[in-house]
């Protein structure tokens, strides 16, 4: 045994002792740091995982307590799992791939809540869907019934003349028909001029009147040239008119302008006393968005990430790696298994006072893969559930990982879903949802940078706690209407690109409540309107006769001239068409 | 396996006590090391050589701490000599017989700045041994002495504890 030394076999013997002590004490921690790592990258939001064991000979991983909190409210989590287990293929783990041949995802809860924030301390930047969201859904909270409760008694007392739009516009009025009415005085010279040519050509036809009958022929050249004349002078006295008939038309649309504004000022004054716009859809957005928008960004952000996960993998040419990663080539042979794959997971749950009882659920999630064009398959979840009391839902997604370009879906339907404990709007309007259930259904998909949705949301045996904090009778009277409803419904539509993402929102909530402060404030509308326009009116009185006097007096002080002109000229006209055809002709002479 | 053994081959190696071939080898290896990203048995193949082969530990040591971040400088040469390789037409047979092995993925060797850290390590080991080998001939020579005679050295060896170590060791 001399070609075997002691020394450098114990060293070896060291070193692998060394890699053992790692993979034993080290390794389940490394793993779970690189999952809370991963998972925290994926969800935004914290990931917390309570024990994780992997036993290699077994070729199992057990993952105990699994916790993801939603980004968009912290104090919940999207996701949480009380056990999963894994069963990985052994030969193939010694081939440095993560084949899993089935794996069970248990106790599965949804919306759970967290003693501590699940944000993180560098929380990443919003995406341009949640911005998208935020923007069209997320509540208005500055229109529709803003500041109610400041509307003033005394509004007419407060009017700054200075801010009035349409003074401005009036003055503006009055200066350009004075304006007109100076530039058409020095046009005086040419209606004199067209006169003076009318007064000759009238001698000229006057001249053609004595003569013998032999000079018919000469006299009808005559008649001619002055039917010509008067009908050019016709022609330039109706440019004259076209011209000062604009320059009038100019001056009125700035006095419809003017008057246009006086009601403009009228709901701007309005506005300012704290009277609102009432807009049902804004109100609807005001009770609902912060609702919707959280959980539809939240189902966005993961259908987006799937999406944009799967596109990574199969871009020709991927972005550079990080730094000490490198990219991994895969050399599958036929029937190979990718790097990863999840086979199928087995998932059962219970998903607890969402649907009023508790829901039992099962489902399975299959075909996750790091190679999607060799597994060729898309990777679907698909989980189902019924309570005792009937109430079912169901979920399907699809990613379709091996298409190009790559697609994602959602589908899902439920009935029953419990809306006890729902918080509507804010503390101004709003209120507490005590009991009802909604039938929830929708669609959302994603092709490429392309999405298409509909989510329908319809709420019966609804009974809400308002919580409204406006004064006087509007309070009492939108409390009264929320109370008075006993179901709704959202329609929320997604359409267009990731940049330029489109989301329609409709509900009929806003309708209820939009009525009842119409109803509220229509006698303080009605009355601060009454009060605002007779001080307007008193405000305008003048200034608008006399701007409307200068702008209807252009009219006749322009057109007055002209039409006279052209009454004479069409007057000579029909003289010369008389002298044209023989008017001197003597006729009883003729046929005595 | 008791680490002070590396102090005491690098304190060794200063003084001029080493093999001078112990020393390059030991700097070559601990090159290689450094270079090849952790995480995969490439690395605890080189280990279990830093450990089994007869050379300097405490300079192969000194040398891994020394690259390892120079390997993340080199990580785009590496990553595009890695991606060449694994890409080559003429290679494909033989990376797809090695993928499907037992074991041999767990190298990673299909990762590009794996193969590619693999290649420039084993690339530079004869270079880096042989000009490491004339650098401590020239520093046992001439360097040795002086290093020897540098206060800061005198005071160090008049360390009690040193003192200890050296009768401990010895």
Same mark, same amino acid.
């Given at each position: ?57 077994? =070729? ?8 993801? +909190? ?123 001029? @067209? ?46 008119? +076209?011209?000062?008939? *604009?320059? @009038? ?6 006095? *419809? ?68 990663? !490198?990219?991994? @080539? ?16 087995? @998932? ?54 091996? *298409? ?82 006993? !179901?709704?419904?959202?329609? $929320?539509? $997604? ?14 909530? !806003? ?10 404030? +229509? =006698? ?24 409307? +006097? ?43 | ?170």
């Amino acid at each position: 045994m001399n070609w075997l030394k002691k020394g450098p076999l114990l060293a070896v013997a060291g070193g692998v002792l060394l890699v053992w002590v790692f993979v034993v004490f080290f390794f389940d921690s490394a793993l779970k740091h690189a999952l809370i790592t991963g998972g925290q990258a994926a969800a935004g939001a914290k990931v917390e995982i309570g024990f994780l064991r992997t036993r290699w000979l077994k =070729g199992s991983l057990v993952i105990n307590r699994i916790a993801v +909190a939603d980004h968009e409210q912290p104090m919940k989590n999207i996701l949480e799992l009380s056990r999963a287990a894994f069963q990985f293929d052994v030969s193939a783990a010694l081939r440095g791939k993560a084949v899993i041949r089935e794996a069970a995802l248990e106790g599965l809860r949804q919306g759970t809540a967290r003693t501590t924030s699940g944000a993180l301390r560098r929380r990443p930047p919003p995406s341009a869907l949640t911005l998208a969201v935020a923007k069209q859904i997320a509540p208005v909270k500055e229109a529709a019934l803003s500041k109610v409760s400041e509307a003033k008694s005394s509004i007419a007392s407060e009017i700054d003349i200075s801010k009035l739009s349409a003074l401005k516009k009036l003055e503006e009025a009055k200066a350009k028909s004075k304006e007109i009415e100076e530039r058409w005085k020095g046009k005086s010279s040419e209606i004199k001029e @067209i006169e003076k040519e009318a007064r000759e050509v009238a001698e000229q036809l006057k001249a053609l009147g004595g003569g013998s009958s032999f000079d018919i022929f000469k006299k009808a050249r005559s008649a001619k040239q002055a039917q010509e004349r008067i009908k050019a002078l016709i022609s330039r006295v109706d440019a004259q008119k +076209a011209e000062a008939q *604009k320059d @009038i038309g100019t001056a009125q649309a700035l006095m *419809k302008e003017a008057d246009e504004l006086r009601q403009k000022d009228l709901n701007g004054l309005l506005s300012a006393a704290g009277l609102p716009g009432l807009s049902s859809t804004d109100i609807a957005r005001r009770l609902l968005g912060a609702q919707t928008a959280s959980r539809l960004a939240t189902a966005l952000h993961w259908m987006q990430l799937a999406r944009a996960r799967a596109a990574a993998k199969k871009a020709p040419n991927p972005p550079p790696p990080p730094r000490r990663q !490198g990219l991994d @080539i895969e050399f599958p042979r036929a029937h190979s298994y990718p790097r990863f794959l999840l086979e199928g997971a087995k @998932i059962t749950g219970t998903l607890d006072g969402v649907m009023g009882g508790a829901l039992d659920l099962n489902g399975e999630l299959g075909g996750v893969t790091s190679n999607p064009q060799l597994y060729g398959k898309p990777a679907t979840l698909a989980v189902a559930g019924k309570s005792a009391s009937g109430s079912a839902a169901m979920l399907n997604a699809r990613l379709d990982q091996q *298409k190009d370009p790559v697609g994602v879906s959602l589908d899902f339907n439920g009935e029953g879903f419990s809306l006890a404990g729902t918080q509507l709007g804010d503390d101004g309007v709003g209120g507490a949802i005590k009991d009802g259930r909604a039938q929830i259904k929708g669609h959302l998909s994603s092709s490429g940078d392309d999405w298409n949705g509909e989510i329908f949301l319809s709420a019966v045996g609804v009974v809400i706690e308002p919580r409204v904090s406006l004064n006087g009778a509007s309070g009492a009277l939108v409390a009264e209407a929320l109370k008075s409803l006993s !179901g709704f419904n959202v329609r $929320i539509g $997604i359409s267009g690109s990731e940049k330029d993402l489109k989301l329609a929102f409709s509900s009929n909530i !806003g309708e209820a409540v939009s009525a009842a402060m119409k109803k509220a404030l +229509a =006698g303080q509308i009605e009355a601060q309107k009454k009060i605002l326009e007779a001080k307007l009116a008193s405000i305008y009185g003048d200034r608008f006769k006399d701007a409307r +006097a200068s702008t209807d007096g252009l009219a006749s002080k322009l057109l007055g001239p002209l039409d006279a002109q052209k009454s004479a000229l069409n007057k000579q006209l029909s003289d010369a068409l008389g002298h044209g055809i023989g008017k001197t002709l003597n006729f009883n002479k003729l046929f005595k | 396996m008791n680490p002070l053994r590396f102090l005491k081959d690098l304190i060794s190696a200063l003084h001029g006590g080493s093999d001078p071939r112990h020393l390059a080898a030991g700097f070559a290896l601990g090159a290689a090391l450094g270079l090849i990203p952790k995480g995969n048995l490439f690395a605890v193949f080189f280990l279990l050589l830093f450990f089994a082969l007869r050379l300097n530990k405490g300079m192969a040591f000194l040398s891994a701490t020394v690259f390892t971040p120079l390997g993340y400088a080199v990580d785009g040469l590496a990553h595009r000599i890695g991606l060449a390789l694994l890409k080559a037409p003429a290679l494909q047979n033989l990376w797809a017989t090695l993928y499907d092995l037992p074991i041999v993925p767990l190298t990673r060797f299909n990762n590009s700045v794996v193969l590619g850290n693999l290649v420039i390590g084993a690339l530079l080991y004869v270079p880096l041994y042989f000009i490491f080998l004339r650098f401590a001939l020239y520093y046992n020579a001439v360097l040795a002495a002086r290093v020897e005679n540098l206060k800061i050295i005198q005071a160090f060896k008049g360390l009690r504890w040193y003192q200890t170590y050296r009768e401990w060791t010895s």
